[in-house]
T-cell receptor, first 115, second 116 residues
Framework: GAGVSQSPSNKVTEKGKDVELRCDPI?????LYWYRQSLGQGLEFLIY????????KSGLPSDRFSAERTGGSVSTLTIQRTQQEDSAVYLC?????????????FGQGTRLTVV | AQTVTQSQPEMSVQEAETVTLSCTYD???????LFWYKQPPSRQMILVIR??????QNATENRFSVNFQKAAKSFSLKISDSQLGDTAMYFC?????????????FGKGTHLIIQP
């Protein structure tokens, strides 16, 4: 696609429900990143994928968070048993091989509100 | 671990003026990248400018330039001839040289308002 696409754009969910956030990276981009942007914490790095592999999942806030990437393309971030503190904007970015030499392009994010 | 500090939560200037946004960082790395990103209300982060730490020359992109002071660990952004469309949140960010897998470390941002 022309850019990084994230869906849904906005999501309101009840506390305790599971949610799935989707990211479609730019075609051919092997590196994919998830970030969380919240009022209290600013922008936090969550996880990185090179192809389908995520070498380090320690950035995920809790074991309620999981992420996967299939076919070296689409990625989903799943939050189980959502809590109010999960309310934030979740941003996805993709790039050619990881590293500062290549520009990371961001999607418009998913605004998650847990009520 | 790296930290990035932006000490100006909000700035406001008149259109056509020059404005400088401050950023300091802390790292034990010798080689790294620094970035300024713009985030308009659409939420999409847009790369404004990038600096490679091993390059002494300050990066410039049209009206945007940086003052990179490696010893002082300072990386400020200067916007010349500011325009209404420059109104946005601006984030300073750090990435290790071979640490793409660690992602970007962001500052908390500066809300820049350009007044007509």
């Amino acid at each position: 696609g022309a850019g990084v696409s994230q869906s849904p754009s906005n999501k309101v969910t009840e506390k305790g429900k599971d949610v799935e956030l989707r990211c479609d990276p730019i075609s051919g981009h092997t590196a994919l990143y998830w970030y969380r942007q919240s009022l209290g914490q600013g922008l936090e790095f969550l996880i990185y994928f090179q192809g389908n592999s995520a070498p380090d999942k320690s950035g995920l806030p809790s074991d309620r968070f999981s992420a996967e990437r299939t076919g070296g393309s689409v990625s989903t971030l799943t939050i189980q048993r959502t809590q109010q503190e999960d309310s934030a904007v979740y941003l996805c970015a993709s790039s050619l091989p990881a590293g500062g030499r290549t520009e990371a392009f961001f999607g418009q994010g998913t605004r998650l509100t847990v009520v | 671990a790296q930290t990035v500090t932006q000490s100006q939560p909000e700035m406001s200037v008149q259109e056509a003026e020059t404005v400088t946004l401050s950023c300091t960082y802390d790292t034990s790395e010798n080689n790294y990248y620094l970035f300024w990103y713009k985030q308009p209300p659409s939420r999409q982060m847009i790369l404004v400018i990038r600096q490679e730490a091993y390059k002494q020359q300050n990066a410039t992109e049209n009206r945007f330039s940086v003052n990179f002071q490696k010893a002082a660990k300072s990386f400020s952004l200067k916007i010349s001839d500011s325009q209404l469309g420059d109104t946005a949140m601006y984030f300073c960010a750090f990435m290790k040289f071979r640490g793409g897998a660690d992602g970007l470390t962001f500052g908390k941002g500066t809300h820049l308002i350009i007044q007509p």
